[in-house]
């Protein structure tokens, strides 16, 4: 069955656009959750949806923001982009809570600020 | 604070040995501990999963244990090949106030030397 998808895999924007980054989970799995992953830092958690709720959230500033859609697909927004937000933004989806099912990954999309 | 440290940052070996990667936790309430394997510019790939109940679990070459009581765990893998060439992420969920919440250690980076 096909894997989580991340779309676009690569892009280039400049401080102070946006982004909007998109995922679409594997057929019928509710739970995604994002994160962000640069060398310094490693793996954060962004937020995590469930059957169109955000459940939690990490410890990101307002300017980071997502939302689910009712197909479970799910989109991340990053508003006035900073040099600093240059990283990898993966996407993971999972059966139901996170209570013991896998957790899939999104191979990521690569964000460059410039 | 909820965090996840593992060791050592680095490892190298030589082909056909074997290793042991390390996690401690601090992450409570505890829900499950997961490994996962990430190749460089790849998203994350399960390993294993474990619950609190659960001692060890084994995934081909890849055992991994965990000690719920001392919050440890360790990844072992043997027999390595270059492919196990990555970096092995230690993943804890919560339950509770933390559930759907991801905590990451910063990875072991591994190489495997022929």
């Known amino acids: 069955k096909a894997g989580v998808t991340q779309t676009p895999r690569y892009l280039i924007k400049t401080r102070g656009q946006q982004v909007t980054l998109s995922c679409s989970p594997i057929?019928?799995?509710?739970?995604v959750s994002w994160y962000q992953q640069t060398p310094g830092q490693g793996l954060q958690f962004l937020f995590e949806y469930f059957s169109e709720t955000q459940r939690n959230k990490g410890n990101f500033p307002g300017r980071f923001s997502g939302r689910q859609f009712s197909n479970s697909r799910s989109e991340m927004n990053v508003s006035t982009l900073e040099l600093g937000d240059s990283a990898l933004y993966l996407c993971a989806s999972s059966l139901e809570a996170y209570t013991g099912n896998t957790i899939y990954f999104g191979e990521g999309s690569w964000l460059t600020v410039v | 604070k909820n965090q996840v440290e593992q060791s050592p940052q680095s490892l190298i070996i030589l082909e056909g040995k074997n290793c042991t990667l390390q996690?401690?936790?601090?992450?409570?309430?505890?829900?499950?501990l997961r490994w996962y394997k990430q190749d460089t510019g790849r998203g994350p790939v399960s390993l294993t999963i474990?619950?609190?109940?659960?001692n060890t679990k084994s995934n081909g070459r890849y055992t991994a244990t965990l000690d719920a009581d001392t919050k440890q765990s360790s990844l072992h893998i043997t027999a390595s090949q270059l492919s196990d060439s990555a970096s092995y992420i230690c993943?804890?969920?919560?339950?509770?106030?933390?559930?759907?919440?991801?905590?990451f250690g910063r990875g072991t980076q591994l190489t495997v030397w022929p």
């Open positions: 993943v804890v969920s919560g339950r509770g106030s933390t559930l759907g919440r991801l905590y």
């Open positions: 474990m619950t609190f109940s659960e």
């Open positions: 996690c401690n936790y601090t992450v409570s309430p505890f829900s499950n």
């Open positions: 057929s019928g799995h509710r739970s």
